[in-house]
């Protein structure tokens, strides 16, 4: 079982719609969580980052961790065409230099006008 | 700042031939990770290095896979012999002391024929 387990896809929805992309993880010793967005050929960029369980808010983007179900969450209000994207969800045991990230496989999401 | 440089951009070679991919980190970054990408397994961790010491390299699939970092603005990322499955692309990302977050440079697509 992969440490970190993300619904490939191909997510396909309208504009204006609100999207939900979903992360589970099977370490309880991880405790950051980060979202990031990757466009065709190009290289992951970081769009949250959030530690422990919450919500954190940016903008049309909200994310949320569960740390009790082990479960990670990205929504997107309003998506636009532009959100067109794999969104890959990671997480790491600490913040500190020592620390490397466990990537999911991605979510490729399509924002159709 | 010009952000994480890869060179080169594309590789196309046959089975057998040494590979060579390079990396430039953000200038005043410390850490830099390299990473493989395919459809089936997603961004994986092969190896990562902090002040120019590897840390963890257990990621690194085969003996010939090998990493290097001589200094603080140039890493190597050589496969020798490389081989069909080799073929992904290859992602070098650089951090800032302290942790947070990964600047992934634009990648090198590698073919291996």
């Known amino acids: 079982q992969k440490e970190v387990e993300q619904d490939p896809g191909p997510l396909s929805v309208p504009e204006g719609a609100i999207v939900s992309l979903n992360c589970t993880y099977s370490n309880s010793a991880f405790q950051y969580f980060m979202w990031y967005r990757q466009y065709s050929r190009k290289g992951p960029e970081l769009l949250m980052y959030t530690y422990s369980s919450g919500n954190k808010e940016d903008g049309r983007f909200t994310a949320q961790v569960d740390k009790s179900s082990k479960y990670i969450s990205l929504f997107i209000r309003d998506s636009q065409p532009s959100d067109s994207a794999t969104y890959l969800c990671a997480t790491t045991h600490s913040g500190g230099t020592a620390s490397k990230l466990t990537f999911g496989t991605g979510t490729r999401l399509q924002v159709t006008l | 700042d010009a952000g994480v440089i890869q060179s080169p951009r594309h590789e196309v070679t046959e089975m057998g031939q040494e590979v060579t991919l390079r990396c430039k980190p953000i200038?005043?970054?410390?850490?830099l990770f390299w990473y493989r990408q395919t459809m089936m397994r997603g961004l994986e961790l092969l190896i990562y290095f902090n002040n120019n010491v590897p840390i963890d390299d257990s990621g690194m699939p085969e003996d010939r896979f090998s990493a290097k970092m001589p200094n603080a603005s140039f890493s190597t990322l050589k496969i020798q012999p490389s081989e069909p499955r080799d073929s992904a692309v290859y992602f070098c990302?650089?951090?800032?002391?302290?942790?947070?977050?990964?600047?992934f440079g634009p990648g090198t697509r590698l073919t291996v024929t």
């Open positions: 990302a650089s951090r800032g002391d302290g942790g947070g977050e990964q600047y």
């Open positions: 200038s005043g970054h410390n850490s």
